[in-house]
């Protein structure tokens, strides 16, 4: 007969540090809060579960700064296997790029819920609830905890996009679901064959596995890791797996979109920087040439696409938001590959402040659209003449799409892109360089165009956008002034594509 004894039983029991994980717990805990308040709060009260939520993210955001200045925290170790969670400053950056985020998309939202009608207790549990998923991913390191939170994440998002009742909004959620759940689907068939192979899900063991991996289990782990890398480029919305995001993004509450084109984002690339650099690093030259290829193919769809877009069709504002995005997530996806090819995790730094570059600016551009949108105008032309009616709404978003495109004076674009150019440079990678300073050249051209009709003059037809709620006018000075700090000291954010990440 079998014993099921352990040997050592109390070697299981171990205690939790709760300052490790009380970023994304904190979130969820406020989360269930607001649920629970919706059901005792009178209508006319509820609108106070908005401002709930804000607390809650500041208070989340605010317990970052013990664990910045307190060394790297781990907890859910096993003795042989490494952590589970980590709070290192790879995952401290991108919970701050989660969070942050979080709450800019919740000041946003203030106005959003109230004047579309949408149920307020569900949108700020969701909202919340995707932040902490979104908040846990980075710091997990273990294929088991990558894929819960990465769920955790993308779940809540199905049902923030579907909450719009147009018609639009359901449609939107359901095209997101379906391509969602395919690749979760390909993504945990990878992760199985992995374990097969290897006999572990932790990161550190899978990469010990596959670097001694049974030659007759090498195709399966091979196979494992190309399936695993689908899933998440699908969350990154990396070319081909891009097509879910324009249809999403319209169909979505403005606030929403904004929210998956930085936050969902930022997630998958948290997700894929992890298990390539950690758990596939044996494979290094291998996931290096296909990621440098998808960027290749990401940056061009997307940048074409958005040039694509005509001035006079509906929702064109956030059509070009959306290809843009894709082309940004291109960029993004550069220093990457370049920690295949160097067999490094030095490139990722370049990653982690593009991206902190790209959320604030997008979300910018995203909350100016919401503002012009206000007045039921959807069209690139509805921004012609803008600068006459409501000229701070025309000076911050014109601001913005200079840091996207990279010029002066939104010299913290220009940085950021220097810095990812930089990466492929000196990884090797000299084609793909070219071929993301042909792609800049492109974005240029949409980027300034739709710059240029915000100060050009107004055509007949042009619409107020009216007063601008508080909280909205608020957000917007908030994203303006930390671009304008960030370009006058970009170093705040570069320092970290010096620093060591793991």
Sequence with gaps: MTSLAVADPGALIQSVDWLAVAPPLTAALVALAVLLADLFLPEARKRVLGWI????????????LPLATGGTRSTFCLKDAGCSYVADPFALVFQLL????ALITALLSLHTVEEEKLPGGEYWFLLLSSAAGAALLPASRDLATLIIALEVASLPAFALVALRRDGRGAESALKFFLSSVTATAVMLLGVSFVYAATGSIHLGAVADGLGHVQPQLKPLAEAGA??????FAFKVAAVPFHFWVPDTYTGAPLPVAGYLSVVGKASGLA?????????????GRTWGLVLAVLAALTMTVGNVGALRQRS?????????????SVGQAGYLLVPL?????RGSTEPLGATVAYALIYGLVNLGAFGVVAVVARSGASRLDDFRGLYARNRWAALALAFFLLCLAGLPPGVVGLFGKVVVFQAAVDAGLGWLAVVMAVNVVIA???????????FAPAGPDAVESGRVPGPLAATLGLAASG???????PQLVLQVVGGTLF
């Design 483 to 489: 671009a304008v700090v960030l370009s006058v000291a």
């Design 226 to 231: 190309v399936l695993t890398l689908v899933g």
């Design 98 to 101: 989660a969070l942050g985020g």
């Design 444 to 454: 240029l051209y949409y980027y300034l165009l739709w710059t240029a009709k915000l």
């Design 337 to 341: 590959a370049a920690a295949g090819y």
């Design 312 to 324: 006079d069709t509906r929702f064109g504002a956030l059509r070009l938001l959306a290809w843009s």
């Design 53 to 64: 939520t804000v607390a809650g993210l500041v208070a989340s955001l605010a317990l970052l």
């Design 271 to 283: 997700g894929l920087a992890l298990v390539t650099t950690l758990a596939f690093h044996p494979y």
